[in-house]
C-alpha cells in the first residue's frame, strides 16, 4: 500500500491524485466501485475512517447501504459494510446532509471529527461520503468534494447504460446485477424488521413477471414501426406510473417487458398484474386504438438462478398466448393445477 498523505501540511502530488481516481473509476459494477472508492480515499488521506452512504428508495429507511473503510490493528485497510441504523445520530446527519445538499462538519460526542459531503446527481443526493479522524478534515474538504463529483458524475454514466434508449427502463444488461441486489436488500430488510420488531420474519416475496404486447407484428404491419414504437414508449410510461417506486421495471428488447414485484402474496401480485392489463386493455391508444398485453409470472427463491425464473415466467406466458391472450398467469399456479403439463417448445424468451 502507498503512504497516506499528511494533508495537514503538505499539497497532495497530482500523480497520486490521478492515479486514486484511475483506480476507483476503472470498476463498472456498482458495489466494485464503491468498494474502491473508500479505499482509494482512505489510502490517499489519513483519517480514522472513509464511508459511503448510499440513499435508498424507502422513506422509513432512507440509508440503504453503509460501506466504511478503516484500518484494522496490523495497520492493514479493510472494508465493511455496515447498518446504518446502528447508529441513530449519525444517521440523522447523514440524512440532514442528503436533504440539504450541503457538508457537514462536527465533532461528535467523543471529540471525534467528522465531515460528511453529499453525492448528487442531478441536483438529488443518492448518498454521502463521510469521513473522521482525531484531527480536524476541514484542510481536505475540496479533495473530498472533488471526489464526491467524480463519484456522482460516473455513477450517471453507468446507470445511463443501463437503460433503455427508448423507454428509460431498465435494459436487460443491467438485469442480473438489479436481480442481485434487489435480493440482497429484500433479506437485509428482512433481518432489520426482525431486529427491530422482535417478531417475525418479513414475508413480503418477489416475483418476476414478462409482459409481452399481443400481436404486436399486426400494429407495425398495420400502422407502421412508428406507431409501434409509440405504442411501446406509452406502454412503459404507464408501467411506471402504475407499478409501486420499488418494482423494478426492465424493457428486455422488442415488446417486451420484465417486471420484479414484491408483494406479501400470491393473490396480491395477481391482482397488481391483473390490475394493470385491464388497464392497458381499457386505454386508446392514439390512431392504434385497443391494445391488450399477456402477463406471465413467477415466485423468484432466494436460491434460483435467474434464468431458471426467467425460464418458469415464460412458460406462463406461452401458456397466456396458447389461451387468449390478453391475460395473467402463474407459473406456479399452472404448475400445481397440473396444466403445463403437456410439452412445449422452447420458450419465447433468449435465456442467458
Ligand atoms: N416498432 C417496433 N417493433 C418491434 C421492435 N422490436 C421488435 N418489433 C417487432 O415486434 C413484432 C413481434 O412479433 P411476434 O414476436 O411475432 O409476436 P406478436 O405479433 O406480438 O404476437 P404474439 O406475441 O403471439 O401475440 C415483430 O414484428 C418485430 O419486428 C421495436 O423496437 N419497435
Given at each position: 500500500?502507498?503512504?497516506?498523505?499528511?494533508?495537514?501540511?503538505?499539497?497532495?502530488?497530482?500523480?497520486?491524485?490521478?492515479?486514486?481516481?484511475?483506480?476507483?473509476?476503472?470498476?463498472?459494477?456498482?458495489?466494485?466501485?464503491?468498494?474502491?472508492?473508500?479505499?482509494?480515499?482512505?489510502?490517499?488521506?489519513?483519517?480514522?475512517?472513509?464511508?459511503?452512504?448510499?440513499?435508498?428508495?424507502?422513506?422509513?429507511?432512507?440509508?440503504?447501504?453503509?460501506?466504511?473503510?478503516?484500518?484494522?490493528?496490523?495497520?492493514?485497510?479493510?472494508?465493511?459494510?455496515?447498518?446504518?441504523?446502528?447508529?441513530?445520530?449519525?444517521?440523522?446527519?447523514?440524512?440532514?446532509?442528503?436533504?440539504?445538499?450541503?457538508?457537514?462538519?462536527?465533532?461528535?460526542?467523543?471529540?471525534?471529527?467528522?465531515?460528511?459531503?453529499?453525492?448528487?446527481?442531478?441536483?438529488?443526493?443518492?448518498?454521502?461520503?463521510?469521513?473522521?479522524?482525531?484531527?480536524?478534515?476541514?484542510?481536505?474538504?475540496?479533495?473530498?468534494?472533488?471526489?464526491?463529483?467524480?463519484?456522482?458524475?460516473?455513477?450517471?454514466?453507468?446507470?445511463?447504460?443501463?437503460?433503455?434508449?427508448l423507454t428509460?427502463?431498465?435494459?436487460?444488461?443491467?438485469?442480473?446485477?438489479?436481480?442481485?441486489?434487489?435480493?440482497?436488500?429484500?433479506?437485509?430488510?428482512?433481518?432489520?424488521?426482525?431486529?427491530?420488531?422482535?417478531?417475525?420474519?418479513?414475508?413480503?416475496?418477489?416475483?418476476?413477471?414478462?409482459l409481452d404486447i399481443d400481436h404486436f407484428k399486426r400494429i407495425n404491419d398495420t400502422y407502421g414501426h412508428v406507431y409501434g414504437d409509440e405504442v411501446i414508449l406509452m406502454l412503459a410510461q404507464r408501467?411506471?406510473?402504475?407499478?409501486?417506486?420499488?418494482?423494478?421495471?426492465?424493457?428486455?428488447g422488442g415488446e417486451e417487458f420484465?417486471?420484479?414485484?414484491?408483494?406479501?402474496?400470491?393473490?396480491?401480485?395477481?391482482?397488481?398484474?391483473?390490475?394493470?392489463r385491464?388497464?392497458i386493455a381499457d386505454h386508446n391508444f392514439p390512431q392504434v386504438g385497443n391494445v391488450t398485453v399477456s402477463?406471465?409470472?413467477?415466485?423468484?427463491?432466494?436460491?434460483?438462478?435467474?434464468?431458471?425464473?426467467?425460464?418458469?415466467?415464460?412458460?406462463?406466458?406461452?401458456?397466456?398466448k396458447?389461451?387468449g391472450r390478453n391475460?395473467?398467469?402463474?407459473?406456479?399456479?399452472?404448475?400445481?393445477?397440473?396444466?403445463?403439463?403437456?410439452?412445449?417448445?422452447?420458450?419465447s424468451?433468449?435465456?442467458?
Amino acid at each position: 500500500m502507498r503512504g497516506t498523505w499528511p494533508f495537514a501540511s503538505d499539497a497532495l502530488p497530482e500523480s497520486r491524485l490521478l492515479a486514486s481516481v484511475a483506480e476507483f473509476t476503472h470498476h463498472r459494477d456498482i458495489d466494485a466501485l464503491d468498494h474502491s472508492l473508500v479505499l482509494s480515499l482512505a489510502e490517499l488521506v489519513t483519517v480514522g475512517s472513509v464511508a459511503l452512504c448510499k440513499r435508498g428508495d424507502d422513506p422509513l429507511h432512507p440509508i440503504e447501504s453503509l460501506v466504511v473503510c478503516t484500518r484494522n490493528d496490523e495497520d492493514t485497510l479493510v472494508v465493511n459494510a455496515v447498518g446504518a441504523h446502528q447508529d441513530a445520530v449519525l444517521a440523522k446527519s447523514l440524512i440532514r446532509s442528503m436533504d440539504t445538499l450541503e457538508a457537514i462538519s462536527e465533532i461528535t460526542p467523543d471529540g471525534v471529527s467528522r465531515l460528511i459531503v453529499p453525492v448528487q446527481r442531478d441536483h438529488v443526493a443518492i448518498g454521502a461520503l463521510m469521513l473522521e479522524s482525531g484531527e480536524p478534515l476541514d484542510a481536505i474538504r475540496p479533495l473530498i468534494d472533488g471526489f464526491s463529483r467524480i463519484y456522482g458524475n460516473y455513477i450517471a454514466l453507468l446507470n445511463e447504460s443501463e437503460r433503455d434508449k427508448l423507454t428509460g427502463l431498465y435494459n436487460r444488461r443491467s438485469f442480473e446485477q438489479r436481480l442481485r441486489r434487489l435480493l440482497k436488500s429484500h433479506s437485509e430488510r428482512a433481518l432489520r424488521q426482525v431486529d427491530e420488531r422482535r417478531t417475525a420474519v418479513d414475508d413480503s416475496r418477489i416475483w418476476l413477471a414478462i409482459l409481452d404486447i399481443d400481436h404486436f407484428k399486426r400494429i407495425n404491419d398495420t400502422y407502421g414501426h412508428v406507431y409501434g414504437d409509440e405504442v411501446i414508449l406509452m406502454l412503459a410510461q404507464r408501467m411506471r406510473a402504475s407499478f409501486r417506486q420499488s418494482d423494478i421495471l426492465f424493457r428486455f428488447g422488442g415488446e417486451e417487458f420484465v417486471m420484479l414485484i414484491t408483494a406479501a402474496d400470491e393473490a396480491s401480485v395477481n391482482a397488481t398484474l391483473d390490475r394493470f392489463r385491464q388497464h392497458i386493455a381499457d386505454h386508446n391508444f392514439p390512431q392504434v386504438g385497443n391494445v391488450t398485453v399477456s402477463i406471465g409470472y413467477a415466485l423468484i427463491g432466494e436460491h434460483d438462478y435467474p434464468e431458471i425464473v426467467l425460464d418458469r415466467a415464460d412458460k406462463a406466458l406461452y401458456f397466456a398466448k396458447q389461451n387468449g391472450r390478453n391475460s395473467v398467469y402463474g407459473y406456479e399456479a399452472l404448475t400445481e393445477r397440473g396444466e403445463l403439463a403437456t410439452p412445449m417448445p422452447a420458450g419465447s424468451i433468449d435465456l442467458f
